[in-house]
């Protein structure tokens, strides 16, 4: 019995029976401002980046002190060198584009990224078991990543909604959920819209307050990342770090 999606139904029923349309947003008013500057990550992933575009880049993340950088896994190392002594995480990303490798070679592959200074870590999920049904490999490949992660690192599963249809995207959220995971990263590589306040809700509305919310996907402006963090999302990835940290800084 998923005594939660039970609640979420008679929510949904009474909600509909007294002609209440949406609830309020969880996380409204909460995140404004200089505040946002702690929920962002400064994303580093574009296939031509250079060794001196991330320490540029580490420079950007450490001046506004933001949540973390995530890099590939190749410039873990320099990253960690370059954020020494800041508040800043080294982040990175496992298992890309779909994580349809073998659990061992995911499991390699975090175990050398963990090795070498990373601490928060995007793991794609298996998509390829999703889609054929076998949502409980995925979920069995995951919680053997958190358990190795427990303690040393976060592990943050990539959602990479486009791929799924509504009823999988319930699924696989309702999965996610139980494996223990950190944070969800609804990711918009193939959306074709960018990040958008309605999958974000989505994701809480199953997630709830145990697991962080990640979206990225086109986030420009500081009043998007207000609706975004309002709406649910506890972390931002993107590339206009600077640019959301200074309106942040002058709209004090």
């Known amino acids: 019995m998923d005594v939660e999606a039970i609640r979420r139904e008679v929510e949904r029923q009474v909600l509909q029976y007294f002609h209440i349309d949406t609830a309020p947003a969880p ?7 200089t505040d946002v500057i702690s929920h962002l990550e400064h994303s580093l992933l574009n296939p031509d980046t250079t060794l001196e575009k991330i320490k540029a880049e580490c420079a950007v993340a450490r001046k506004y002190s933001v949540a973390a950088v995530c890099v590939a896994p190749y410039y873990v190392p320099a990253a960690r060198e370059e954020l020494l002594g800041s508040p800043v995480a080294v982040g990175t990303a496992v298992g890309f584009p779909h994580g349809c490798m073998s659990q061992a070679a995911k499991l390699a592959e975090l175990r050398e990224c963990m090795a070498n200074g990373a601490t928060e870590i995007d793991v794609a999920i298996n998509v390829l078991a999703i889609k054929s049904g076998r949502l409980d490999v995925a979920q069995r490949e995951l919680e053997e990543l958190v358990r190795f992660a ?3 690192a976060k592990i943050k599963a990539v959602f990479e909604h486009a791929l ?7 699924n696989v959220l309702t999965m996610l959920r139980a494996s223990g995971v950190d944070y969800v990263k609804i990711q918009n590589m193939l959306s074709g819209h960018g990040a958008r306040v309605e999958d974000v809700k989505l994701a809480y509305d199953i997630l709830g307050r145990n697991v962080g919310i ?16 309002a709406a649910g999302a506890t972390r931002l990835g993107l590339t206009a770090t600077a640019k959301i940290a200074e309106e942040a800084r002058n709209n004090r």
Do not use: N
């Not at 996907?217 to 998007?224: H, N, R, S, V």
């Open 150 to 152: 427990c303690g040393k």
């Open 214 to 229: 990640k979206i990225d996907g086109g986030i420009k402006t500081l009043a998007q990342a207000e609706s975004l963090l």
């Open 27 to 33: 996380c409204a008013g909460l995140v404004t401002g």
């Open 164 to 170: 799924f249809t509504d009823e999988e995207k319930r």
